[in-house]
């Protein structure tokens, strides 16, 4: 088990960035692919971003891709996700998960953080 606490959410405007950072505890974060989702109101959640154990491969939904970036720093056990460009649509509750065996695309984590409202206006 590990504790995943998010941070960096906000009110920003269309075209503005964000950068949110997870913060892990608990565990040897080096083990875990470490992923972001986010859940919009009234909408499932979905795959934003993942990354493997050390940081050299990383998934992007397409919707994302070219955007926002994820990264992590295993020496401060902290997975970053720098959002550019945003747009009203990606305003959602943005959701770190780590997962102890796989990177996944699918909302399928081991753990989850408590989450971070992002809200992008028009």
């Known amino acids: 088990q590990v504790q995943l606490v998010e941070s960096g959410g906000g009110l920003v405007q269309a075209g503005g960035s964000l950068r949110l950072s997870c913060a892990a505890s608990g565990g040897t974060f080096s083990r875990y692919a470490m992923g972001w989702f986010r859940q919009a109101a009234g909408k499932e959640r979905e795959f934003v971003a993942a990354?493997?154990?050390?940081?050299?491969?990383?998934y992007y939904a397409h919707s994302v891709k070219g955007r926002f970036t994820i990264s992590r720093d295993n020496a401060k056990t902290t997975v970053y996700l720098q959002m550019n460009s945003l747009k009203p649509e990606d305003t959602a509750v943005y959701y770190c998960a780590a997962d102890s065996q796989y990177i996944k695309t699918t909302p399928s984590y081991n753990d989850w953080g408590q989450g971070t409202q992002v809200t992008v206006s028009s």
């Open positions: 990354i493997n154990r050390i940081g050299s491969s990383t």
